[in-house]
């Protein structure tokens, strides 16, 4: 294994965790860069938190501050729960790079910047009047200035290729000169850049001198003496793979639907950050899963509703304002009574609002977006693999309780990553699936006297035959019914369906003391933030535990329990309050809000300074 081995003239120097931030034109490839380092960390052993943070213009002006990708990752020999609130270094390709990123570098962070993309049109573009790499307003920072774009074009001269070709080559120089300085093995990019251009062999040969000559420029030059090793992480026994939380949700589905029986079918529309749950699904026909990218959201979960309806495991996969438009379709299912799973990949609003940007303001919507009473059950992913768990579990409630299920995920933790301990099959819970074939007094609408749930009959199933649509069904029989009295019984068995769920479902874990001066009631992917800030309070003796929440209706039996143990309650979302409104009208607690709505995730030294603030008082 080629495994970037030092002149002896360099020393090692071995820490326990780094933050390095990719960052330059949406064009140069920064988020290829970053995954390329992120699995190459991976199968280092280390444990590792990544946040890819997309531009919102799809084709930003070239140059410009809204025109900057990036992805951050934070790897290390410990546990790593967030992708750091600074980074320690800081790849820059050109001016604007700099400029958005620099406020999130620590005091003393290293700064290795392409010194040819500072040109005076781009400085000016990026809103600098002299160039900074001259003017020591960067002296608090180590900077290595690097001719990335003319050292990528000597490596590659001979090959007669384009100046635009090799221009896209610069970023693989960057990632080689990383791979040296953090001792990173080449190997699996390698193995990717052959397998991703297979059928061009002239790429395969232009990425890879340039990964292998930043590699070299980092052995040789003088101005890189020191490289870094960060040791393998102790994680848990077992084989591990790199994984984000769209690829982790759309595995879960289809781990779920083999273990039930059940065909798969996605109705899609694509819509950021969604899309890449119908990419992934596309890719396993081979387990029996369909896709179908349909014209609009109403068609997309139209046409899952009748997947559900001719006894297969229905799916759409969505983000904000596409769940506006899937709500009349909801309401069906609901009045149907039909297992359906909706994911909601969460994203800034409203409207179009930050496409590419966080959020955890669609609760209240799926708690709420429908029209009359039309209760369902919610549940929220906390971590990137986490969502494999909770994507099984979606379709466990939705098949054993005839309902639609909401799976509420968001931006920042579908496209970040982390490593996922896959599990064996054989450890997977068994769905139970019965479908209805008893034709003898055969009612529709009869109920699972523990679950509520009607019977699933396949259509065209002789002596099954029964009436589906919006208006209300008479109890039992399924017939329309407008009677008053029959309305009354059939929206009280709706909303007690969901409610027993709470029978079947984990009570909620607290991670620290039962009892004490501070409960943190988190959901979603504030998980990671919450349990650093947690942590580090509580190694300063601070009075402060966390319950995070990954079933929001029905919540867990024991919720209210836990409360009123503590004397105050925080509730951190990227939302106005929403969670924290739910608290306070259910169990009457006083629960404080501590809201962001940036499009950005929070940062653990955010959350500290808010426990400190209310533990003050």
């Not at 420029?217 to 870094?228: A, C, K, M, W």
Request: a neutral charge.
């Amino acid at each position: 294994m080629e495994t970037n081995k030092a002149n002896q003239h360099k020393k090692t120097e071995t820490i326990e965790e780094v933050v390095i931030h990719f960052a330059g034109d949406s064009g140069d490839g920064m988020q290829l860069t970053g995954s390329q380092f992120t699995t190459s960390s991976a199968i280092a052993g280390n444990d590792l938190n990544t946040f890819p943070d997309f531009p919102a213009e799809i084709r930003a002006p070239a140059g410009t501050t809204y025109g900057v990708s990036g992805f951050q990752i934070h790897f290390g020999s410990r546990k790593i729960h967030t992708p750091g609130d600074i980074s320690d270094v800081l790849v820059a390709m050109n001016p604007a790079a700099l400029r958005v990123n620099l406020k999130h570098l620590r005091d003393g962070g290293t700064i290795i910047v392409n010194n040819q993309g500072f040109t005076p049109k781009n400085l000016k573009l990026a809103g600098y009047d002299k160039n900074p790499l001259d003017d020591g307003s960067l002296s608090n920072y180590q900077i290595h200035k690097v001719d990335i774009s003319k050292l990528t074009a000597n490596a590659l001269e001979d090959l007669n290729l384009g100046s635009k070709v090799v221009d896209r080559c610069k970023n693989f120089f960057a990632l080689g000169l990383m791979y040296w300085m953090y001792n990173r093995p080449v190997e699996p990019t390698l193995s990717w850049i052959k397998d991703k251009f297979k059928n061009k062999p002239e790429l395969i040969e232009a990425n890879t001198r340039a990964l292998k000559a930043g590699l070299h420029y980092g052995d040789i030059t003088e101005i890189f003496t020191t490289r870094y090793e960060v040791r393998p992480a102790k994680l848990k026994p077992g084989t591990y793979r790199n994984i984000t939380g769209n690829a982790a949700l759309a595995l879960g589905l289809v781990a779920a639907a083999q273990k039930s029986g059940l065909e798969m079918y996605l109705g899609a529309y694509p819509i950021t950050p969604a899309s890449d749950v119908l990419h992934e699904l596309s890719r396993h026909k081979n387990f029996k899963v369909k896709t179908f990218q349909a014209e609009d959201e109403i068609a997309a979960i139209s046409a899952a509703i009748g997947a559900a309806y001719g006894g297969a495991l229905g799916v759409t996969a969505t983000s904000g304002p596409g769940m506006a438009l899937k709500m009349e379709a909801i309401g069906l299912a609901v009045m149907l009574e039909l297992p359906l799973v909706i994911a909601d990949i969460q994203r800034g609003g409203p409207s179009t609002g930050l496409p590419t940007k966080t959020e955890q303001a669609d609760l209240f919507q799926a708690m709420f977006g429908r029209n009359s009473e039309a209760p369902l059950c919610v549940l929220a992913a906390a971590t990137p693999s986490d969502c494999f768990t909770m994507a099984y579990e979606a379709v466990r409630v939705a098949i054993k309780y005839m309902t639609p299920v909401i799976l509420l995920s968001d931006g920042y933790i579908a496209n970040g990553s982390e490593p996922w301990n896959i599990p064996k099959a054989s450890d997977l819970e068994k769905l139970d699936v019965t479908f209805h074939t008893d034709q003898e007094n055969f009612l529709p609408y009869s109920r699972d006297k523990k679950t509520l749930a009607r019977p699933w009959a396949i259509p065209g199933t002789s002596g099954l035959e029964h009436r589906v649509g919006g208006l209300e069904k008479q109890d039992k029989t399924g017939n329309i019914n407008y009677e008053p009295e029959n309305h009354q019984i059939m929206v009280n068995y709706r909303a007690e369906k969901i409610e027993r769920i709470a029978n079947d479902i984990p009570d909620a874990a607290v991670d620290g003391d039962k009892e004490g001066d501070l409960l943190i009631v988190g959901w979603g992917s504030t998980h990671g933030a919450i349990t650093s800030a947690v942590e580090r309070s509580r190694t300063k003796g601070k009075s402060v535990s966390h319950v995070h929440l990954r079933y929001l209706n029905p919540f867990p039996k024991n919720l209210g329990e836990i409360l009123y143990n503590f004397k105050k309650i925080l509730v951190p979302e990227l939302n106005k309050g929403q969670l924290s409104s739910l608290l306070r009208s259910k169990y009457l607690v006083p629960a404080v809000g501590y809201n962001k709505v940036q499009g950005l995730p929070f940062k653990t030294a955010e959350l500290e300074n808010k426990i400190d603030e209310l533990l003050r008082g």
